[in-house]
C-alpha cells in the first residue's frame, strides 16, 4: 500500500507564489510517475503537472512558464511550485503516483487534495 500525504495549500494573492509538496511512503516500489491534478468546483478533474522516473515532463498549457514540476527520487517527494498565480488557479490540488510493484503489478494512487485558492 502507497501513501500520499500532501501540504503547501492556503491562500495566495494574484501574482503570488505558493509550493505544493507531497510524500509518498510504502515499500516494495518503485514510483514510474508523479504528478499533480486539479479540480475546481463545477468542472472535471484535469492533469496539471507530471514528472517521470526519467525526468521528463509535462504540463497543462494553462501553467506553462509559471508552474514547476519537480521530484526527489530519493526520498519519493514531488513538489509543485507555483509562480505568478492567478484566480484561475484556484481548485483542489491532488497529489498522483503511478508504481511499479517488485512483483511487476502497477497501481495508480492519489492524495487527499489540498485547497488553492488565489484571491486579494
Known amino acids: 500500500q502507497v501513501q500520499l500525504v500532501e501540504s503547501g495549500g492556503g491562500l495566495v494573492q494574484p501574482g503570488g507564489s505558493l509550493r505544493l509538496s507531497c510524500a509518498a511512503s510504502?515499500?516494495?516500489?518503485?514510483?514510474?510517475?508523479m504528478g499533480w491534478y486539479r479540480q475546481a468546483p463545477g468542472k472535471q478533474r484535469e492533469m496539471v503537472a507530471r514528472i517521470f522516473s526519467g525526468g521528463s515532463t509535462n504540463y497543462v498549457d494553462s501553467v506553462k512558464g509559471r508552474f514547476t514540476i519537480s521530484r526527489d527520487n530519493a526520498k519519493n517527494w514531488v513538489y509543485l511550485q507555483m509562480d505568478s498565480v492567478k484566480p484561475e488557479d484556484t481548485a483542489v490540488y491532488y497529489c498522483?503516483?503511478?508504481?511499479?510493484?517488485?512483483?511487476?503489478?502497477?497501481?495508480?494512487?492519489w492524495g487527499q487534495g489540498t485547497q488553492v485558492t488565489v484571491s486579494s
Open positions: 510504502g515499500s516494495s516500489f518503485s514510483i514510474n510517475v
Open positions: 498522483y503516483v503511478y508504481i511499479v510493484r517488485d512483483s511487476g503489478g502497477r497501481s495508480e494512487y
